[in-house]
């Protein structure tokens, strides 16, 4: 007789709440205000906040974050963004209306470019990248794109590609 194989369960990935010091507040008016979650360290999806409303539930521990209805939220990714409405919130729990998402591509994010290098903002500065193999050529965060360029052109002047 034929042993079955025993049946093992997928493993389940844990989701941790999303703390409250990743949102910030963008605007507040005098029934609505306008919030920004930064979503990157996170390591949640936008799918995982529509299925599960308790992920916010720190935040809406936070007095002067906590969503209520008709609150406008943007869910921040380094390469989307996720526009969505409150539609039921209370102390643990926030549900949203269908969300409005915006891609960004690479080639969007391009401040400056030439034949060989490009410069594109990351983590709240601006680098640049040799353009044929998409490789970061310095470890340096500039405050603008200028500076950015301006160091490209400096640091790779003697470089042949």
Known sequence: MVKPEPVTAPAVRERLPIK?????????????????????????????????????????????????????????WFNMRAYAIVYYADGTEVRFLKPDIKNRSERERVQWQDAN?????????????????NIRMTTALFPTWESARNACIRDQAGVRV
């Open 20 to 76: 409250s010091l990743y949102a910030t507040v963008d605007v507040k008016n005098y029934r609505t205000k306008s919030v920004i979650i930064d979503m990157d360290e996170t390591g949640l999806s936008l799918q995982d906040i529509m299925d599960d409303g308790k992920l916010l539930r720190l935040i809406q521990q936070d007095r002067n974050r906590a969503l209520s209805e008709d609150d406008r939220v943007e869910f921040r």
């Open 117 to 133: 290098y490009e410069v594109r903002p990351i983590s709240g500065g601006y680098s640049y990248w040799r353009r044929k193999d």
